[in-house]
């Protein structure tokens, strides 16, 4: 399970990459500073699978919940985003090193 854990952590962090490249290339471009928010990204990557969940919270979560945390997440910037969900799965599949070192029985 921490393979895993470790391996979404990966993916999540290579996603954040990504996404802060693109935004530094195109704030480059610009000559100002741009962020993509995280439902634009998720809109040109997948807009069906946005839409599907946001239905989907809006049914069947407390629409408070919709209101504030959903929203709120998906104006923030995407490789904040991913960088934040990279540290939760890292920080969950981490593996502690024994108290007393490496060679104790």
Do not use: C, E, N
Request: hydrophobic letters at 60%; aromatic letters at 14%; charged letters at 10%.
């Amino acid at each position: 399970m921490r393979f895993l854990l470790r391996l979404a952590s990966l993916v999540a962090l290579a996603a954040a990459v990504i996404a802060g490249t693109i935004d530094s290339i195109q704030s480059v471009a610009a000559s100002t500073v741009v962020m993509t928010p995280m439902a634009d990204a998720w809109q040109d990557v997948s807009p069906a699978t946005l839409m599907s969940l946001q239905s989907s919270l809006s049914y069947y979560v407390h629409p408070r919940f919709y209101a504030f945390i959903f929203q709120w997440l998906m104006l923030q910037p995407a490789f904040a985003v991913f960088l934040v969900i990279a540290l939760l799965l890292w920080m969950v599949g981490y593996k502690k090193p024994p108290v007393a070192g490496r060679f104790t029985a």
